[in-house]
C-alpha cells in the first residue's frame, strides 16, 4: 500500500534492500544485531524513559513509537515500525527489561532478514 503512495521512498528502500543482500554478512549484523541494540537502547531506555518523566505513561508509549517509526528513514516501513514500535514499548513497561526488548526486536529483524533472503533465491 505504502509503495504505491510513496513511490520515492519505495524505490529508495528497495536499492537499499538490494545493497544490503550483496553483503548477506553484512546485512545480518546490521540488521538482525546492530539495529536492535542501538534502537532499543535509544527509544526504549533512553526516549521512552524521559518522556515518562514528564508525561503519562500512554503519551510517552505514543511519541517513543511515532519517533520509532520516524528513525527508520523511509514511509516504506512506517506502518510496521509503528506496531513494533508500539508493542516494544508495551513489552518494555510491563517488563521492565531493555533485553527483552532487543531479543523481541532482533528476532523481528531476523524473520524480515530470512525473508528477504529466500524471495530473493526465489525459494
Excluded: W
Aim: hydrophobic share 55%; glycine share 2%; with cysteine.
Amino acid at each position: 500500500m505504502f509503495d504505491s503512495l510513496f513511490v520515492s521512498s519505495a524505490v529508495k528502500y528497495n536499492n537499499n534492500i538490494e545493497e544490503l543482500l550483496q553483503y548477506p554478512m553484512i546485512m545480518f549484523i546490521r540488521v538482525c544485531l546492530l539495529a536492535p541494540i542501538v534502537e532499543e537502547i535509544l527509544i526504549r531506555a533512553f526516549v521512552l524513559e524521559t518522556l515518562r518523566n514528564t508525561y503519562t505513561t500512554i503519551i510517552a508509549i505514543i511519541i517513543s513509537t511515532l519517533l520509532f517509526a520516524l528513525l527508520h528513514f523511509n514511509f516504506v516501513q512506517t506502518l510496521s515500525a509503528m506496531i513494533c514500535g508500539l508493542v516494544l514499548g508495551l513489552i518494555y513497561i510491563k517488563t521492565n527489561s531493555l533485553s527483552c526488548c532487543i531479543l523481541i526486536h532482533a528476532l523481528y529483524n531476523f524473520m524480515s532478514y530470512i525473508s528477504l533472503s529466500l524471495a530473493r533465491l526465489k525459494i
